[in-house]
Every structure is written in structure tokens, then in C-alpha cells.
């Protein structure tokens, strides 16, 4: 690598933004160099202790979830980049959904956006998310998603993809990666070598790309060509193996198969760099998942990722003690001083590419325009998909399904300790269904119920292990678990969520899918059940789940 490489994709820089990066290069000393390696997390809220750490760190880069204080954001990265010796990479998901900025435009996610697969309207949703990105000072996104949805019981890929098909999935990820950039917000791909074959979550385990390398070039390979065609600024390293390429490479090594890509020279350096050609910055997954700290201790996990290709370590529950251990392994050899420049390059044109050398100008964007809140609206209502309905109970009548019963766990997120509830229930008494919420354990008897509507609400989730309909838990006892009730009951299931829903429940007469649990999906899904528009019957996934009476 030399810097002149830079002036070509992905980072484009011309002869003021390289001559920036040679001498940051060469006059940033040392440990401070060390530091532009981190990117920490600022904890939610406005936590002063939090802030201070940061501030007296000085990382070369920071990851936000917003709060709904616009001015009070601004506030705290002017701070953290008045300390800095270098401007901060400011990073966040950009994902939709719950993940929408707090204040902003609520926006469909990726799988929703799939169902959909209108590649101007996905367009038109990364534009709103990257300006009111911007809008709060985010410059970097970890997202969009390259993962497939082929292991369909895996919690981690689910609504966060652009579904099962590759080239949906390209078509997408592509459209959304370049409107990002366009608008000054740093793209990072992932989760490299490719996520969706797997049905664990890296979360809790090292997980495995189980493909052949021609299949993997069929999918993955096809996949991150494409990004890095289209110019793709990073990549995200992740906690997963490719056990063919290391045998490819390597031959019969053992365990050594199956190291994370994270902490993988061969899976970062010969395989993206190498085989693939990419020249961008390579920023590890968070290193607090049990996908990197099952494989190895701290000092190992720190050194392996530096020294084997990642320019940036995401997260850290210590970073004087992290930057402790690359200052020790620079000085015993095992991080070479070129491979910690080589890093600090990459990250230094990053933030060239990003415009961060010039005096920044004021971001012309804002949160939750009319314009923006009425293109995610309407689209959104274009998302829901009937699935099935093969007892044609659709559309609602109040007047003869007007005596409903909610059967349903609330809207569960990992970061939130208790279900949320779903605002359909009130929806549909605003339109005179008498509506009652299911207790566990309740009996059910069809003499006062005239529709069983079941409501679940689960996204993508970290740390679950694996999403499925806990029939004991809903419904209160092991009896009350194992009756169904749709013979004699209309009967609707609806996932906010998760696609794959009808494995546990083949039997059910009606399915809908709505890929997200925002209010704005709950109305359209609610105008939807009353004949107010058309269902969606494009599904991204197979959600039937290979199940051929799942159809019926």
C-alpha cells in the first residue's frame, strides 16, 4: 500500500486531502497513532463519566445511538473533537425500523424494504437515513447488511438483511451503500466473510460459513464484488470462519479452520484485500461478542485483529488496558510499526474521503421533514404481505369479528427489560371492535370471541439464540399451550418481525408478515385488515420455511 493508492476507489482523495494524510502520518507520535485504532462507544444518554472517558482517550472514533436532544448532540461531539487530535469517525446501525433516529423519520428496515423491492424507494429511504445522519453529526454507518437469509432460524439476520434471494440482496444493498456515500455517511458492509448459513448468533458463539468456495463465490464473492465495485468505503470484519478458504490456503489445520475473521490474516488479507481486490478500511465487529472472546483471551483478540488486517477495533470495556496491549506489541514485534501505519492510513483517508481535513461546513439537513415522515409513510404501507389466508376471513367486519381477542408477548427488544405493547388493539377500537387482551391461562371458549388475532413482535434479536412462538410462555400452562382454536374461531396471525413464524404454526388459517414492529406498520397493517388498500403478496423470504403444508 502507499498513499498515492488512495487517490483511487474507494477513498478518491486528491492532492490536498493526501498531502493531509502524509503529514498526520508523520507527525502524529506514536501512542496517539495507537489510539486512532479504537472507536468507542458513548453510552445512551448524556452520561458525564461517559463522555470524560472518551473525551480523555481521545479514539479516533466514536459510536452513537442518538438521543432526542439535536443540540445537545452537537454539543458533546464538538466537545469529544476539541480534544481529539484528529476529527472523530462518528459511527452508528443505520437500519430502520427501531433503529430510526430518535426524533427522525420512522423508516422501514431492510427486509421490509425487500418485500417491497422497489429499488427508488430504498433509494429514497438510505437518503433520509444519511441526512438525518449528518443531522446529528454521524459520519460512518455500519450497515447495509451482505448477509443472506438461508439458515432461516438464526435470530441475527432476519429483519436486518434484504432477505434470502442474492440478487435482491445485491440490488439493495448496493442502491443503499451508494446513496449513503453520496451524502458524506461512510458505508461499512458486513458481516465479512458473509452471515445467513449459519442459524447461531455471533453474539454468543463463533459462528461458520459452511460453503465451498465456488459456492461462496456464488454468493459472498458475488456479494462483496459488488460493494466493492460500487465503492464501498469499509468493510466489517466478523466473528465468523470460513473453514473452505483456510484449507484452501492452508490445508488441513485443525481448529485453525475455523478462527473469526476478525482476528484472520487469511480471511482479511488474502481473501478481501488479496482475492477481492479491496483497498478500503476493515473495521472489526464488536469485540465484546462471544463470537471473539469464546476464541481467545484479551491480549490475543487485540494483537490477532490488529495484526491480522483490522484497522479499526470496534468497542472496548477497557481501552487503557487495550491500548496498553498494542503499545506492548509494537514494541516486542508482534504489530509491526508498518502495519500500525498501514491501519492509521486507511483511517486517515477515511476521514479525508469523508471531508473531515476541511473546516466543516453547516449540515443543510434536518430530523423528520414533512417530505421524508410522507415517502417512509407511504412506503411502509405498501410492505405488508398476506401470506395466506385460506379461511378467507379477510377483511375485518366490526360487526362480525367485532368481539377480539389479542393473544400475544408484546413487542420484545433485547434492550428494553420489559415487552412493549402494540398500539393495534387501541387502532382497532378506534374503529369499533370490542377488544380484550389475553391473559395466560385464561380459558378461551368461542361463545364470546368472534376472531383470535395473535400479534408477535420480534426483530432481529441479539443474544436470543433462536426466535420462535413459545407456545408455554404465551399461553400460560402446558394444556392451554397444545390447543388451537382456529376450527372454530376466525383466527389471524400477524409478525411484526421475524418472517419464519408459520413453523410453529402451520395450521394457522390466516398470515400476515409486516417485517417491523414502528407504529407507523401497526396502522398500515390495521387499515390493511379493514379492506383500506392492497396486501403486499411478494414475500422476500420463504415463509413456509420449506414446509409444503405450511400452504395450506
Not at 437515513?129 to 454507518?141: H, K
Amino acid at each position: 500500500m502507499t498513499l498515492d493508492s488512495f487517490r483511487k476507489p474507494p477513498f478518491n482523495l486528491d492532492d490536498a486531502a493526501i498531502a493531509w494524510v502524509r503529514e498526520r502520518l508523520a507527525t502524529l507520535p506514536l501512542e496517539d497513532k495507537a489510539r486512532q485504532l479504537f472507536n468507542l462507544r458513548i453510552a445512551n444518554g448524556y452520561d458525564e463519566a461517559s463522555v470524560a472517558a472518551i473525551e480523555r482517550f481521545r479514539p479516533g472514533g466514536v459510536t452513537r445511538a442518538p438521543g432526542g436532544d439535536l443540540a445537545a448532540e452537537h454539543r458533546m461531539l464538538a466537545r469529544l473533537n476539541a480534544a481529539a487530535p484528529l476529527p472523530l469517525l462518528v459511527s452508528a446501525d443505520l437500519e430502520g425500523s427501531r433503529m430510526s433516529l430518535p426524533g427522525g423519520t420512522e423508516l422501514p428496515n431492510p427486509l421490509g424494504l425487500a418485500a417491497l423491492d422497489d429499488i427508488e424507494v430504498t433509494r429514497h429511504v438510505a437518503r433520509i437515513m444519511a441526512e438525518e445522519a449528518r443531522a446529528v453529526g454521524i459520519n460512518w454507518t455500519f450497515t447495509p447488511l451482505l448477509d443472506v437469509n438461508a439458515a432461516w432460524r438464526s435470530p441475527i439476520v432476519a429483519t436486518r438483511g434484504f432477505g434470502s434471494d442474492v440478487a435482491t440482496v445485491e440490488r439493495h444493498a448496493v442502491a443503499t451503500l451508494e446513496e449513503f456515500q453520496k451524502l458524506g455517511v461512510a458505508a461499512a458492509v458486513k458481516h465479512w466473510p458473509g452471515e445467513g448459513y449459519d442459524d447461531r448468533d455471533q453474539h454468543l458463539v463463533t459462528t461458520t460459513n459452511p460453503l465451498s468456495m465456488d459456492a461462496w463465490e456464488l454468493v459472498f464473492g458475488r456479494l462483496y464484488r459488488a460493494a466493492i465495485a460500487a465503492g464501498v468505503m469499509s468493510v466489517m470484519s466478523a466473528h465468523i470462519a470460513l473453514p473452505a478458504f483456510v484449507r484452501e490456503v492452508a490445508g488441513d489445520v485443525g481448529l485453525e479452520a475455523f478462527r473469526p475473521a476478525s482476528m484472520s490474516r487469511l480471511l482479511n488479507e488474502e481473501l478481501l484485500r488479496g482475492r477481492l481486490g479491496f483497498d478500503g478500511l476493515i473495521v472489526s465487529d464488536a469485540t465484546s461478542m462471544s463470537g471473539l472472546t469464546g476464541w481467545a483471551n484479551r491480549r490475543t483478540q487485540v494483537i490477532d485483529m490488529v495484526a491480522g488486517g483490522c484497522d479499526v477495533i470496534l468497542f472496548s470495556e477497557d481501552p487503557a488496558g487495550d491500548l496498553a496491549i498494542v503499545l506492548d506489541a509494537l514494541a516486542s514485534g508482534a504489530i509491526t510499526a508498518e502495519r500500525l501505519d498501514e491501519a492509521v492510513a486507511r483511517i486517515l483517508a477515511m476521514k479525508a474521503a469523508l471531508g473531515l481535513h476541511r473546516p466543516a461546513d453547516a449540515v443543510p439537513f434536518a430530523l423528520a421533514t414533512p417530505d421524508n415522515r410522507a415517502i417512509a409513510e407511504a412506503a411502509t404501507k405498501r410492505m405488508p404481505t398476506l401470506v395466506k389466508d385460506v379461511q378467507h376471513t379477510l377483511p375485518l367486519d366490526p360487526q362480525k369479528h367485532r368481539r377480539v381477542l389479542v393473544i400475544t408477548p408484546g413487542i420484545i427488544n433485547p434492550w428494553v427489560p420489559h415487552p412493549i405493547p402494540f398500539a393495534v388493539p387501541d387502532l382497532l377500537r378506534e374503529h369499533g371492535f370490542e377488544v380484550r387482551i389475553h391473559q395466560p391461562g385464561e380459558p378461551i371458549e368461542a361463545r364470546d370471541t368472534d376472531l383470535i388475532l395473535y400479534l408477535f413482535g420480534e426483530e432481529t434479536l441479539m443474544t436470543r439464540g433462536r426466535n420462535f412462538i413459545d407456545w408455554l410462555k404465551l399461553m400460560g400452562d402446558p394444556i392451554s399451550a397444545m390447543h388451537r382454536y382456529w376450527h372454530d374461531i376466525p383466527t389471524v396471525m400477524i409478525s411484526f418481525g421475524y418472517p419464519y413464524l408459520l413453523y410453529d404454526a402451520p395450521r394457522v388459517p390466516t398470515c400476515i408478515n409486516a417485517y417491523m414492529t414502528t407504529e407507523t406498520m401497526q396502522r398500515a397493517v390495521v387499515d390493511l385488515l379493514l379492506g383500506n388498500g392492497q396486501w403486499n403478496r411478494h414475500s422476500p423470504v420463504d415463509p413456509f420455511c420449506g414446509m409444503e403444508d405450511a400452504r395450506y
